[in-house]
C-alpha cells in the first residue's frame, strides 16, 4: 500500500504526517490545505487487515472534528464506492480480494494494484465532491451530528 497508494494521494496534493499504513492502525487520513479549508481523505481499514479498503471525504472544520461536533455543528461526510452505487445496496470497499466471479473463473490470487487502480480512477469524482459537495454514483454522502441526551 505504501509504494501503491502514497503517491497517488501525493501527486494530488495530500500527505500525512504519520507513517502510513502500519499494521497497528486501521484508520489513515491524508490531509491537503486549499484555500481556507483542509480537505481530508481517510482510508479505512477492518480489523482484521483483510484485503479491502473503503475511503471517506470530509472538509476538517478549523478547530477540529471532535472540538466542532462537541460544539453542536454537523459534519458533511461522502464515502466513495469502488462501484456505481444503486438503491438500496450501499458503498462497495476497494478490494484487492477475488471477487466471487474471480472465484468462479478459479482466480484466487488477490490483486492489490486493482483496489489503487480504481481509486485512481476515481479521484476526480472526490476532486469535485471537495470543490462543490456535488455527488456522483460513486459518492454517498451525508451528515455526522452528535446526539443530546434528552
Given at each position: ?74 459534519l458533511?461526510?461522502?464515502a ?47 476532486e ?23
Open positions: 500500500m505504501n509504494e501503491e497508494l502514497v503517491p497517488v494521494l501525493n501527486s494530488a496534493g495530500f500527505s500525512s504526517s504519520d507513517t502510513p499504513f502500519r499494521w497497528d492502525e486501521v484508520r489513515y487520513e491524508f490531509r491537503r490545505r486549499r484555500s481556507e479549508q483542509t480537505e481530508v481523505v481517510a482510508v479505512l481499514f477492518d480489523r482484521k487487515r483483510e484485503a479491502f479498503f473503503s475511503v471517506q471525504l470530509y472538509i476538517e472544520p478549523g478547530e477540529g472534528v471532535p472540538a466542532f461536533l462537541a460544539a453542536g455543528g454537523t458533511h461526510v461522502a466513495l464506492s469502488a462501484i456505481r452505487t444503486w438503491w438500496p445496496m450501499g458503498i462497495v470497499p476497494f478490494r484487492a480480494a477475488p471477487t466471487f466471479f474471480d472465484r468462479l473463473r478459479r482466480h484466487r490470487v488477490p490483486d492489490v494494484e486493482r483496489p489503487i487502480q480504481q481509486f485512481a480512477t476515481l479521484l476526480p469524482h472526490a469535485s465532491w471537495f470543490k462543490g459537495r456535488t455527488g456522483s454514483r460513486f459518492i454517498v454522502d451525508g451528515r455526522l451530528a452528535v446526539r443530546r441526551p434528552a
